[in-house]
């Protein structure tokens, strides 16, 4: 009766916008900038990339004083830079979605609304639906895919990353990661059967405990999503018109489908770069400014592999909070070099599904320990390491609560007795040192995604999945259909 719809996921924030969109914001101003010609002048700053760190980045530029003209982005994307996030939490209910232009960067923090006009307004050349087909860092140029030349002074890349993609096909919902627990709640929320599957024993394993991961598959089983656990995709049933009809496992089970979504985690947009500048963990190695091995190249967001003191070595983190706070740093580096430190970040996730939010802060590292009321609706975890408070989680806190959690595991105290710590339980956090006010995200516009330290294992890094326009159309269109019904 339905068609197999390819929900092409891949990630954090590169997820991409449904394409009938693109008629409506084709540049700054107004016309199509495939076929604009820069006559081989030389631009001071260049961002390669359109996503959520591109935005953020420009932003913190005009801050900055940045004059007109010196600042250019461009973007394969046809529209400009958007918060990913919202496209697995918001746009796919069924009530008052969000559309464009009410999601653009960089409402996501709640700063400005950088539509096309915006970047018109502030001199910044928005170069869409233009793909770099190569990069020569030595000689600082661009080749796009028209065969156009660009040169600039100071290269940014924030190119993101894609989506993985299995020759053998795609699942019914494939995984157990972030986007897929939030594709899985809207999904079931329209009135549509889901089935998750994941080859992990239990949902979230790169994050949650078996204890909390327990909680949350309790809670979506009693909304009717269905977990098969231990196995990976096999093969698809396809019918003479070439639509699925069923989804075949490795263990040999089989079920009916109608609909696929695929979350199997992303890899980095570094190929343009490689054999230029140093590799590291799957992404760009870059030091505490965020500087890669040439001085005149940084990278930001999902592609930066850099510093994080709390955990005590480099990291790359698939996370919109990352990408928005690398792009505003190194806008800060780049224009006030000798007012700029270093990078100090404290990793954040963070998810909303269902009436849930939760919130975590730093590394889950060491032993762990439970508190709160696991039978009720608010909860959390210490991590403890060397001693030390390294990562803290918390589900459904105040906003107090969520600063509390977030500057107790910033200090990394000492924690002696883990007994103690769990009698206290939110209280070691609410009643420690409070000198530190991290910034808190908005919860309604975020998405999460993993700490990826090993990219090549597909169904660890499925928070940067891409969210296609079929998904919330057949969504949106089935929901109401089988309301009429």
Request: hydrophobic share 40%.
């Amino acid at each position: 009766m339905f068609g197999f719809f390819l929900f092409r996921v891949a990630t954090s924030h590169c997820k991409t916008l449904p394409h009938h969109w693109s008629h409506q914001y084709t540049s700054t101003n107004g016309h199509d900038h495939k076929g604009k010609t820069f006559h081989g002048e030389r631009i001071e700053y260049v961002i390669v990339g359109g996503g959520v760190a591109a935005g953020y980045a420009a932003l913190e530029f005009t801050k900055r004083g940045v004059s007109h003209a010196q600042l250019c982005i461009i973007s394969e994307e046809p529209v400009a830079p958007y918060e990913r996030p919202t496209l697995s939490k918001k746009f796919l209910h069924p009530e008052s979605p969000p559309r464009l232009p009410s999601f653009h960067t960089c409402v996501g923090a709640n700063e400005e609304l950088l539509t096309p006009t915006w970047y018109e307004e502030h001199g910044i050349e928005l170069v869409l639906g233009t793909r770099v087909e190569s990069v020569d860092v030595g000689q600082k140029t661009l080749l796009t895919a028209s065969g156009e030349t660009i040169r600039y002074e100071t290269l940014i890349i924030a190119t993101g990353a894609k989506d993985r993609k299995r020759k053998i096909g795609n699942a019914v919902v494939i995984g157990g990661g972030y986007i897929a627990m939030e594709c899985a709640a809207s999904l079931v929320t329209n009135k549509i059967n889901v089935t998750m599957v994941f080859p992990e024993a239990h949902c979230m394993p790169r994050l949650f405990t078996p204890k909390i991961a327990s909680y949350y598959e309790d809670y979506y089983q009693s909304k009717g999503v269905k977990f098969i656990r231990g196995t990976i995709l096999s093969s698809f049933e396809f019918d003479s018109n070439g639509k699925v009809t069923a989804v075949n496992l490795r263990d040999g089970s089989q079920i009916p489908a109608d609909m696929v979504v695929v979350g199997i985690g992303i890899r980095p947009n570094t190929s343009l770069f490689e054999g230029q500048l140093t590799m590291e963990k799957g992404g760009i190695k870059v030091n505490g400014k965020l500087q890669t091995t040439n001085d005149s190249v940084y990278a930001v967001g999902d592609v930066a592999v850099f510093p994080v003191d709390l955990c005590g070595r480099i990291r790359r983190l698939e996370h919109v909070d990352s990408a928005r706070k690398t792009a505003k740093h190194v806008a800060a580096v780049i224009m006030e070099p000798d007012k700029t430190g270093e990078f100090e970040y404290l990793p954040l996730f963070y998810s909303k599904a269902f009436s849930f939010s939760w919130r975590f802060y730093g590394d889950n590292a060491g032993e762990v320990v439970h508190f709160g009321d696991y039978l009720g609706t608010k909860f959390g975890a210490y991590w403890i390491n060397n001693g030390h408070l390294v990562g803290s989680f918390l589900e459904g806190g105040t906003e107090d609560e969520f600063e509390a959690i977030a500057n107790a595991t910033q200090l990394k105290p000492a924690v002696d007795d883990l007994a103690e710590v769990e009698r206290q339980g939110l209280n070691f956090a609410m009643t420690g040192n409070k000198k530190i006010k991290p910034q808190t995200p908005l919860i309604k516009a975020g998405t999460s995604s993993l700490v990826v330290e090993t990219p090549i294992y597909p169904w660890h890094a499925t928070a940067g999945v891409i969210v296609a326009a079929s998904v919330a159309a057949f969504a949106y269109w089935y929901g109401r259909r089988r309301r009429r019904w």
